[in-house]
């Protein structure tokens, strides 16, 4: 009984399969268009604060679920090695969202690799210690401990972290 149990359940694991990797592959469509949407401002004529208030409004979703689809969406365009592999529904969403946080050009190919043979899981611990190696977002470059950031706010405002030479803060004071 258990031996026609198990071969009953193979062709169901395998629709299961193929239907994630069908999703993966429409919502990278969702995400080609949401990149599309944000760059033509069609959220700003529709009288949103921003792309993520526009498609959590519209979509029904939470306010960072909808920040992480435009920040994702807009990565892919750099990417177009993961941008294809995200199409044809050979890596998951969630990894592809991973690897966005911190692949470019150089690295794309080899995250990628380790992407194919491991968990979503695994692949988010891989991209936190990698990101933890590198500066912030905007950091300058060089030893020096002075960077920028800039983050969006639940209102549509913006918010700058800035960490400069007491001469370079003069400056900008």
């Not at 995200?86 to 998951?92: N, P, T």
């Not at 911190?102 to 043979?117: I, M, Q, S, T």
Request: charged share 30%; glycine share 6%.
């Amino acid at each position: 009984l258990s031996e026609r149990r198990r071969l009953a359940a193979q062709p169901l694991g395998e629709r299961i399969a193929v239907a994630e990797a069908q999703l993966d592959s429409a919502l990278h469509a969702q995400l080609v268009d949401i990149r599309e949407f944000d760059r033509l401002g069609g959220w700003h004529r529709q009288g949103a604060k921003s792309c993520a208030h526009w498609l959590s409004w519209r979509l029904g979703i939470d306010l960072d679920t909808a920040r992480e689809k435009v920040r994702v969406a807009n990565a892919l365009a750099e990417l177009p090695a993961l941008d294809d592999t995200l199409r044809r529904g050979e890596v998951s969403y969630s990894k592809a969202r991973a690897m966005t946080r911190v692949a470019n050009g150089d690295n794309e190919g080899a995250l990628l690799d380790f992407a194919r043979h491991s968990t979503a899981s695994q692949l988010e611990q891989l991209c936190r210690k990698y990101r933890q190696g590198q500066p912030d977002d905007g950091a300058v470059a060089g030893p020096s401990r002075r960077y920028f950031r800039a983050r969006d706010t639940d209102d549509g405002m913006v918010r700058l972290t800035v960490i400069l030479t007491p001469e370079e803060a003069a400056l900008v004071v």
